[in-house]
């Protein structure tokens, strides 16, 4: 699944930003490096540090000493500048649009899945446009579980892990069809414009690609 002009453009953003802020910190950035012991407890630190993506982190850490300079800070500040004004929103307006924060977890027939299934399936209607009857949601629940089983659905449950426990903030549906993969997102309406939606669409990239290699994914939002 390639990533839309809007995705492309946050994504570039939120590096530019990671980079920017990391030459602000350097010395913060620096000493956390040193103190970590690998690699990649260095990203973990760093991507903590700086609030950004892993993969952002990455980047920081390749960052070539010659371009700690006011001029490099300078040209990242512009294209900052530059990207927010081409976005319909700024991630400040959506804190979790990035994915820091969010996570991605297979679903499970739990009681606490299942209750969470049939909080979305509460917004779903059937074609006379009456809402589904429990017995139609849990044999949906119970459908879709069997096609994860099956190997021809991957279902994941969305959370928040910034808090002391994960919130569950959302559903995410990975259907095979044919050589295509229809991925529907659901997200809670107590946490809606957020930047969730964004997030989990990302987070399911490589997560489908892993399910389902060599298909084409086809997002269909709301679920």
């Known amino acids: 699944m390639t990533a839309g002009p809007q995705d492309q453009i946050l994504d570039r953003r939120e590096l530019a930003a990671a980079l920017l802020k990391a030459l602000d910190m350097r010395h913060e950035v620096l000493d956390a490096i040193v103190d970590s012991d690998d690699h990649d407890a260095a990203v973990r630190t760093v991507s903590g540090l700086l609030e950004t993506t892993p993969p952002n982190a990455e980047v920081v850490l390749s960052l070539q000493l ?3 300079t006011r001029l490099e800070r300078d040209r ?3 294209e900052v500048t530059n990207l927010d004004a081409t ?3 700024l991630p400040e307006q ?3 649009a990035t994915g820091t924060g969010v996570r991605l977890r297979p679903f499970s027939p739990s009681e606490s899945d299942a209750e969470l299934f049939r909080q979305r399936s509460a917004e779903q209607v059937d ?3 009456s809402p589904w009857s429990e017995d139609r949601v849990e044999n949906e629940r119970r459908a879709g579980l069997k096609r994860v089983d099956d ?3 991957a279902w994941f449950v969305a959370e928040n892990t910034a808090g002391d426990q994960p ?3 959302g559903l995410v549906f990975g259907e095979l069809s044919g050589s295509e993969v229809d991925l529907a997102v659901w997200v809670a309406p ?4 957020q930047g969730y939606g964004t997030a989990v669409i990302k987070l399911s990239r490589p997560e489908l690609a892993a399910y389902f290699p060599g298909t084409v994914v086809v997002v269909r939002s709301p679920a």
Do not use: H
């Open 66 to 68: 010659g371009r700690l």
């Open 76 to 78: 990242l500040s512009d």
């Open 87 to 89: 976005l319909k929103w």
């Open 94 to 96: 959506r804190p979790f």
């Open 127 to 129: 074609d006379s446009g």
């Open 151 to 153: 190997e021809t659905a």
């Open 167 to 169: 919130e569950r903030v």
């Open 190 to 193: 107590t946490v809606r414009k």
